[in-house]
């Protein structure tokens, strides 16, 4: 069964940083995409960055080069670097990984920004 478990979120003053981390367990091969979405309080959840494992990438139009995706196909991790965050950027964050026919979910990490 996959699981997906992420970890880095907190609290950050604007302008700061944070590093998101995601590790996925229960597969053996690597997912053929993985990334990260996020869902604000009243909004839906939203694309913020994905990667395949071939290290092609797709950034929603907001990050406008603050964030940096990575991933590790060995270890099936992903990682989101999130630079010069803002109020707005608030939301809890949310790991995704894809393998046809499933796509999966982590439970969610908090990110707050505050002014």
């Known amino acids: 069964q996959v699981q997906l478990v992420e970890s880095g979120g907190g609290l950050v003053q604007s302008g700061g940083s944070l590093r998101l981390s995601c590790a996925a367990s229960?597969?053996?091969?690597?997912?053929?995409?993985m990334g990260w979405y996020r869902q604000a309080p009243g909004k839906q959840r939203e694309l913020v960055a994905r990667?395949?494992?071939?290290?092609?990438?797709v950034y929603a139009d907001f990050v406008a080069g603050r964030f940096t995706i990575s991933r590790d196909n060995a270890k099936n991790t992903v990682s989101l670097q999130m630079n010069s965050l803002i109020p707005e950027d608030t939301a809890v964050y949310y790991c995704?990984?894809?393998?046809?026919?499933?796509?999966?979910w982590g439970q969610g990490t908090q990110v707050t920004v505050s002014s």
């Open positions: 995704n990984a894809y393998a046809w026919p499933s796509t999966y």
């Open positions: 990667m395949s494992s071939s290290g092609s990438t």
């Open positions: 229960g597969r053996s091969f690597s997912f053929p995409e």
